[in-house]
Structure formats: structure tokens, C-alpha cells
């Protein structure tokens, strides 16, 4: 239990996450997750007093689990990345229920969702089926991705309680026949996944595209592609590529970024 527990429950209510839908962006953290790290399960976790409540990357809304047998209980101890190769050879969780479930839980990789200094108010985690490495540049990626995360649930804030002005849609994409685009259109999970992969926060991307760190949080809380004739998604996207991204574009798979 986080000494901090009180102050740590303080923060998950004060962002209302339990209390309404979530932000559609948690769906596409989970997607990329899913694809960056190839594994069968992605979960965000919100722990509550006694409840884990649990975001999986392919079901709607929130799952009710007991807190206790929480491997993200771990996870929120401290701000890097909880790492478990096989679960089966570790002394912590060799008994634990998931673990000997059908299927196991038999590898675990958390970060934790850091709200403010010492506040973890949950966790972004990985599972496989089997036992498997985690090396130093995954674990980077994953914190990175629970960044974007609180990012995103910062958003949803503010735009439920009227904190600030809500992010205004991207226009929509003009009709093929009227707008020939003479290169692909990245999307805005693939800006998401680049910002992680670079490992930027929204306001230092928005510095290095010349633009504000609202227009980021409205670019990547778009849905689908997004417009070649919006200057701003061309600043970030250029601001992205010149910091060592590259977008990908392959027939028959999703839209991805990769290092050059």
C-alpha cells in the first residue's frame, strides 16, 4: 500500500475517471500497445480503495477485480516501469490465481500513471502467456505510453468539468475524387505512438512543431486520419520526422511509426 494512499484516492476521484465513459483515446493507447509489443492482452488499471478497475484494450467500459490480487499494486509503488519475466519463477506470484489460470498470466510489464509528483493513480500494463524479456527500450516505450495516457485523461477533465475550452474536431477529410493526396495521411494514433517513441510530452511537442499544446491534444484525440491540407497536423508531423520518426504505410496492416 502506497504510504501516500489518501492523497493517491484523492487524485483518481478528483479526475472522475470512475465516474462516466472514458476518453476514446485509451482504446487507441491500447491498440498501439498491442502492436508495438505484441502481446495477446493490454489493460489500464485504476485502483480504487478496495477495487482494480480494469480498462481492457478490446471490451467498453470499466471491468470490476479486487484490488488485492492487483498485480498493479506493485506497479504504483514507484514511477518506473514493474517488470515480471515469469511469473512462474517469481516467489511474489508463483500461487496467484492468474498465474494459474487457464490461460496464465506468466509475464507481466506495468508503468505507472503518474498524475502529479508521487501520485500514481494506476497503471498501463502488458500480459503474455507465456514468460518473455522485456529489454530497456520497451520498458521506455511503455512508460512513454502511460505519458500519453494521463495526457489524454487530463483532456477528458477538462473538457467534462468546463475547465477549459473544449478541443474543436479536426475538419473532416475532403472526398478522394476532390482531394488527391500525393502522400498517406498519418492518423492520429500513429502521432500518438511517435510522441512515444521520441519520448515528448504534449506541450514539448507542441514547441518543436510551432504550435499550441492544445492543438496536439486535439490532433491526437481526433478519430481516423487525418487532413493532409491541416497545417498544424503537417507541423507535427514534420516536427516528428525531423526528431528521427518515421511513419509506415504498409499494405494489409495498420498505419505505424518505427525509428530511422
Known amino acids: 500500500m502506497p504510504p501516500n494512499e489518501v492523497e493517491r484516492l484523492q487524485a483518481l476521484r478528483r479526475l472522475k475517471i470512475l ?21 495477446p492482452v493490454v489493460l489500464m ?16 467500459g470499466l471491468v470490476e477485480a479486487p484490488r488485492h490480487l492487483s498485480f498493479c499494486n506493485y506497479t504504483v509503488m514507484h514511477d518506473e516501469v514493474f517488470v515480471v ?57 511503455l512508460s ?25 474536431p479536426l475538419p473532416p477529410l475532403r472526398s478522394p475524387l476532390l482531394d488527391f493526396q500525393i502522400e498517406p495521411s498519418i492518423t492520429s494514433q500513429q502521432v500518438r505512438a511517435a510522441r512515444g517513441l521520441v519520448n515528448w510530452s504534449v506541450r514539448e511537442l507542441a514547441e518543436a512543431a510551432g504550435v499550441s499544446p492544445m492543438t496536439v491534444k486535439r490532433i491526437e484525440a481526433s478519430d481516423g ?3 493532409v491540407r491541416d497545417r498544424s497536423a503537417k507541423s507535427v508531423r514534420a516536427a516528428l520526422e525531423q526528431a528521427g520518426v518515421e511513419f ?3 499494405a494489409g496492416s495498420e498505419p505505424g511509426v518505427r525509428p530511422r
Open 225 to 227: 486520419t487525418l487532413s
Open 85 to 141: 519475466p515469469d511469473t512462474g519463477r517469481d516467489g511474489r506470484f508463483v500461487s496467484h490465481p492468474y498465474v494459474n489460470a487457464d490461460p496464465p498470466l506468466r509475464f507481466y510489464a506495468g508503468a505507472p500513471f503518474v498524475t502529479e509528483p508521487g501520485i500514481r493513480i494506476g497503471s498501463i500494463c502488458i500480459v503474455d502467456h507465456v514468460p518473455r524479456d522485456f529489454t530497456p527500450r520497451q520498458m521506455n516505450l
Open 248 to 250: 509506415v504505410f504498409a
Open 45 to 60: 488499471v485504476f485502483l480504487d480503495k478496495d477495487v482494480a478497475w480494469i480498462k481492457s484494450g478490446t471490451k467498453p
Open 19 to 39: 465516474d462516466g465513459a472514458l476518453p476514446a483515446g485509451l482504446d487507441r493507447i491500447c491498440a498501439a500497445a498491442q502492436g508495438l509489443f505484441q502481446v
Open 144 to 168: 512513454n505510453l502511460a505519458r500519453i495516457t494521463v495526457d489524454e485523461l487530463w483532456l477528458h477533465h477538462v473538457e467534462e468539468t468546463g475547465l477549459a475550452p473544449s478541443s474543436q
